[in-house]
């Protein structure tokens, strides 16, 4: 049997897990409230801004804001949203698994939004295209991303899916799709009182400029929303994560305590059992 300071020690290193994952818990939940926030009102400018789109449109297809004479790469572009870091859960791991199924080095580049995906992508020995770190704050400047996207014929995006604060799933979209999805839920929701037609406003510099311009700013919706939506999954996880490892470590400190009181029992009664042998044999040669 350990000893019972060493019992203590441990015990009192697991207390400290204990502190540390309930803190981790703590500020996930608040962070999972205030992103929810942003993915509601993220939402809600979609829809006005797809109103006005609809309406000017040029084409049936959504062209991400390219000029006529822009030729896009003949290639579809794999965009990956991943956690900054660990403690996250298994979430990354398996949105690395979904986007093997789908790669194809000849016929893919890789976009990678977070660093801990950049080191799963590496233990997978693909190195990335593109790389970025994940924003650390509410603003996202999501153009450098819509610089890359823009170029490309196609590009689908894998990213995380908060469905509950215990569940959450990996997802991959054609973007081209889910923009006009969003739409098709926009148009539901929007109502036409006033048309917005070339009779009825003037388009400067020509209403092909004002639908590219529109494009531009439903994809920079679009993507901003993915990385919230990513982000609520990754903070909804972590909760998990640090829920999970509160309880083991509680159950853990627990079970090193009543080691830590059966060890001391034991060295007491030790003692005891070593004491009475000694007063016997003192008696014993008194006698």
């Not at 909804?236 to 509160?246: G, L």
Request: aromatic fraction near 8%; glycine fraction near 4%.
């Amino acid at each position: 049997m350990r000893r019972p300071l060493e019992i203590k020690a441990e015990e009192a290193s697991v207390r400290s897990v204990v502190s540390l994952t309930s803190a981790l818990e703590s500020l996930s939940s608040m962070q999972i409230a205030k992103t929810k926030n942003k993915v509601l009102i993220s939402n809600q400018f979609f829809d006005e801004v797809w109103n006005i789109y609809k309406q000017i449109r040029v084409d049936v297809l959504f062209n991400f804001g390219r000029t006529p004479d822009e030729t896009p790469i003949d290639k579809e572009l794999l965009i990956l949203i991943t956690a900054k870091g660990g403690l996250s859960g298994d979430i990354d791991q398996r949105l690395i698994k979904q986007f093997l199924l789908r790669y194809d080095e000849s016929n893919n580049d890789v976009l990678v939004i977070g660093h801990h995906g950049a080191l799963k992508l590496k233990q997978a020995h693909i190195d990335a295209t593109y790389y970025f770190d994940l924003p650390e704050h509410d603003y996202i400047n999501v153009d450098p991303l819509m610089d890359i996207i823009k170029r490309y014929a196609k590009s689908r995006i894998f990213y995380q899916d908060y469905v509950s604060l215990s569940q959450q799933q990996i997802r991959d979209v054609d973007l081209s799709e889910v923009v006009s999805s969003k739409g098709r839920v926009a148009d539901l929701d929007t109502l036409d009182d006033n048309k917005i037609t070339e009779k009825t406003y003037i388009f400067e510099p020509s209403s092909y400029a004002v639908a590219a311009y529109l494009e531009n700013s439903i994809l920079r919706l679009t993507i901003s929303q993915f990385i919230y939506d990513s982000r609520l999954a990754q903070v909804a996880s972590r909760f998990k994560a640090m829920s999970a490892a509160k309880e083991r470590s509680v159950d853990t400190a627990n079970e090193l305590h009543t080691e830590y009181n059966r060890a001391k029992r034991s060295q007491v009664d030790t003692r005891l059992k070593e004491s009475l042998a000694g007063l016997k044999k003192i008696r014993a040669g008194g006698d």
